[in-house]
């Protein structure tokens, strides 16, 4: 259903439309193409597991309250709300820039992450397939790489997959933070179930590839509430591994999950933000390495632990595969760089 534009003040704007009450239009979709000159992006992030991503999307549909990502939309002069889920950006020449990038010298195969700052199979790449399209290059170079996302749109490209599979190292990891159904539509409206996206954990894990669950990110008394049932579902479905991180609040994001959470869930948001403060020293974030991905202080600790030795039990605790410790597959084709497909 269209809602409201709501956007948190953009920190880099000199004005700031304001409307007047009832007055609100409807967000429509709006898709622009980006014209960057580049497509792989570069963190030195230390409590990352990946130091380089590929972002086919500016922007993500899928609308999730507690994105981290949505400040990236105020660098383009837009908000980190309503304009991050309905305006976004594809970039058409994405397969092109990502072989000119593997043509470099200086590149040597390092894995590399479908995506970090946006969900690389929302809607958009149904009609668009630049994602589908770098991993096809990914198969003729041989290069390595990890998947995350929240969508079952990965099956349709589970012929690639597999051929990467064949060359190099592939995993993916299924995004599933929320196991209630009613309640994760709440925070995330324009995805699909989170039983659904077990059905894509089991599909994937059947066809042979190495699937993770990542229930992050761990909303406290949202996503803690069933989750004994969805690492057993995982654990079901096929999934060797199960991470999480609890939830980030970075800048207007903080804004966006609040005034979410008091909408969808007038009777727990209190509660919910006191457990993150509990969490944050007091604050909804600490941007501090080290803290960030799970909190400190005893609701922190224990639900860390409740965690590890949930998955230990089932199992779901193999080695984070982000990073492998084998040398590389890559190489570049020889002679003129024909499809394979």
Known sequence: MPRPI???????AQLEVVYEDGQQPDADLEVYEDDSRSIVAKNDSPDLGFNFSVNPYRGCYHGCAYCYARPTHEYLSMGAGTDFDRKLLVKPKARALLQAFFDKPSWDGELIMFSGVTDCYQPLEAQYQLTRQCLELCVEYHQPVSVITKAPLIERDLDVLLKLHERTHVSVAISIPIWNAEEAHLIEPYVATPQRRMQTVRRLAEAGLDVAVNVAPMIPTVGDRDLKELLE?????????????????????????????????????????????????????????????????PYAETLGAVFQATVKRLGLDGPRRSRPSTPTTFRRPAGPQLSLF
Do not use: W
């Open 233 to 297: 579902a995982a654990k079901d479905a096929g999934a060797t591994r199960a991470h999480t991180i609890l939830l980030r609040l970075p800048g207007a994001v903080k804004q966006v999950f609040e005034e979410r959470l008091k909408v969808v869930m007038p009777d727990r948001a209190e509660h919910v933000l006191s457990r993150i403060r509990d969490a944050r020293s007091g604050k909804l974030y600490d941007s501090s390495f080290g803290k960030r991905q799970t909190g400190e202080g």
């Open 6 to 12: 709501a956007n948190p003040k953009n920190r880099f």
